[in-house]
Every structure is written in structure tokens, then in C-alpha cells.
């Protein structure tokens, strides 16, 4: 065996070694009411599970989780002492003063994670703690308990205005906390604002992930800096999603792991069966899915 393949054998093993102990260090968040929040039994999977089928049920899933379905859940699923460290604050920028909530560090955070609304929401939406199964009150309670930042903003639209905007906070926090993971998370129609902002040279080689719920698709997501960085991508989508069909969204998807053969692209797919349109906001365990979102962030 020559000097040169030895020397090859050993570097290909000791980066190898490297990037095993680097994932196994990554952050990972806190637990916070896991056992409320887990989700309900796996139906299918494929892809090396990167693809999963979960059994959804409205009556067990809203009707007796919600104290009033869809409008207030039960209070064990919340901790409304968060609201100590939440703010509603005004930033002026270039592109316009962009109104939103903060909860957490707005300095020194190790991670920020921001929820752009659908059409029709704003900045309230994402910081309801008794909406949607008081999933936003356990997003706003990991990111206090885990030294993290939560942004919920208002923007103008979801075009090239309202992705400016929303480009200036991320901007702007990021300096405030130079160290943190960036992960955006789309609702609807907010998720145009998502594959935008993956798109731009600023975000797009800045963001750490992105979280696709009852959202669409944009092929314009190949040729953006975030996808050339692997940016994981995470889809939650209902089955009876009227709005952006799930049939759509799972192609879009296998399109994605398609083109990245050599690679395998950090990308998930959980489909709630029977869900609808708003079920992934409601649904989508934000623990487990931002933990794995870590574990492969560039």
C-alpha cells in the first residue's frame, strides 16, 4: 500500500470521524411539554424515513385538546409566564419599518427562529398562546428556555417588499446574536416570503432552514444560495389541503432529494392524514423538527 493511499485512507477516516462528532455535539433544545406535543401514531414512511404518513384525527386532535376547539386549548398545553420576556417592538429600516414580536434574547441568542403568517394574519398570529393547540405558546417557551430568540413580524406582502423587509430584521438580529442558527418557518402563503428569502444573497446564504407548513412550492428554490449551502428543509402538509394541494407539495419534495443524488439533501416530509389546511401550524413538532434542523444546519 503506498505512502499517498495511506495518507488518503487516514484523512477520509479522520473527517469522516469529525463531522460524526461535530453532528453529535450540535445544539439541542430543551424538552418543554414533549409528551403533550408528540405526534400520534406513524401510518407510512419511506425514504429512509425522510418522508412519514401520521395518523391525524380531528375529534382527538382538536376537539379534545381544545377547552373550545380551534380557539382556545386546554391549559395544560401552555405556560403563560413566557410572556415576561415578550415585546412588541418597531424596527426602522431601509426597506421600512417592519412591526414585530420578539420573545427571548434580542442579543446573545444561540438561536432565532421567525414565523411569517399566511394571508390575512400578522405579527399576532405567531405569539396566540391558545390558538392552534398552543403549539406558538410551546415554539415561544423553547426558545426562552433555550437562550433563543422568536420573531413574529408584520410585512406589506408576500413579494419582493415584504421579503425586503423581513430580510432587514433577520439582519438586523443577526448582528445582535452573530452566533445563532437562523431557521424561518412559513405559514400558507407566507412561505412565497420562504423560498424569497432563500433566494437572496443576503438571507440565502444566511438562514439555517426552513419550515414549510400547509405551504407551496417555487423551483426557483435550485438555483438560490440556500439550496447550494443544503439548507435543511422541512414540509408539514395535510392531506385534505384544499388550498396547496399535498400531492404538490410531496413532488416538489422528491424533486428536491432528486436532484441531490451525491448528496442526500437534509430534507423532511411529515403528511398528516385527513388534516387540512392550518393542521401543520397546529401539528408539527417544533422540538424534534428544529433538534434535527441543528443537527444539519450549515
Not at 130 to 157: H, I
Not at 207 to 229: K, Q, T, V, Y
Amino acid at each position: 500500500m503506498s505512502f499517498r493511499f495511506r495518507f488518503f485512507c487516514v484523512f477520509v477516516t479522520a473527517t469522516t470521524l469529525l463531522s460524526s462528532v461535530a453532528q453529535s455535539q450540535a445544539p439541542s433544545l430543551k424538552p418543554f411539554k414533549d409528551d403533550l406535543f408528540a405526534y400520534p401514531a406513524t401510518l407510512s414512511s419511506d425514504t429512509n424515513g425522510a418522508y412519514t404518513v401520521l395518523d391525524y384525527r380531528e375529534m382527538r386532535d382538536i376537539n379534545q385538546r381544545d377547552e373550545v376547539p380551534e380557539r382556545r386549548v386546554h391549559a395544560q398545553y401552555t405556560d403563560t409566564g413566557v410572556r415576561k420576556v415578550q415585546q412588541d417592538l418597531l424596527l426602522k429600516t431601509d426597506a421600512g419599518d417592519v412591526r414585530h414580536v420578539a420573545v427571548g434574547k434580542t442579543e446573545g441568542a444561540g438561536i432565532i427562529v421567525l414565523y411569517l403568517h399566511g394571508q390575512g394574519g400578522s405579527r399576532k398570529q405567531g405569539v396566540d398562546d391558545f390558538t392552534f393547540g398552543g403549539n406558538f405558546n410551546r415554539l415561544k417557551n423553547l426558545m426562552a428556555a433555550n437562550g433563543g430568540l422568536y420573531l413574529s413580524p408584520d410585512f406589506p406582502d408576500f413579494g419582493d417588499k415584504g421579503a425586503a423587509q423581513v430580510a432587514a430584521l433577520i439582519d438586523h438580529y443577526a448582528e445582535q446574536s452573530p452566533g445563532a442558527k437562523i431557521f424561518v418557518a412559513c405559514g400558507s402563503m407566507g412561505g412565497a416570503l420562504c423560498w424569497k428569502l432563500a433566494a437572496r444573497n443576503d438571507t440565502g446564504r444566511r438562514i439555517n432552514g426552513l419550515l414549510l407548513l400547509g405551504s407551496l412550492w417555487d423551483e426557483s428554490f435550485f438555483s438560490s444560495p440556500a439550496f447550494s449551502r443544503h439548507v435543511p428543509v422541512f414540509f408539514g402538509q395535510g392531506s385534505h389541503d384544499v388550498v396547496f394541494p399535498v400531492e404538490k407539495q410531496e413532488a416538489f419534495f422528491r424533486s428536491i432529494i432528486a436532484k441531490s443524488k451525491a448528496y442526500p439533501y437534509p430534507t423532511r416530509f411529515v403528511r398528516f392524514e385527513t388534516g387540512t389546511h392550518g393542521t401543520p401550524i397546529r401539528m408539527t413538532d417544533w422540538r424534534g423538527t428544529l433538534n434535527w434542523m441543528l443537527s444539519k444546519a450549515p
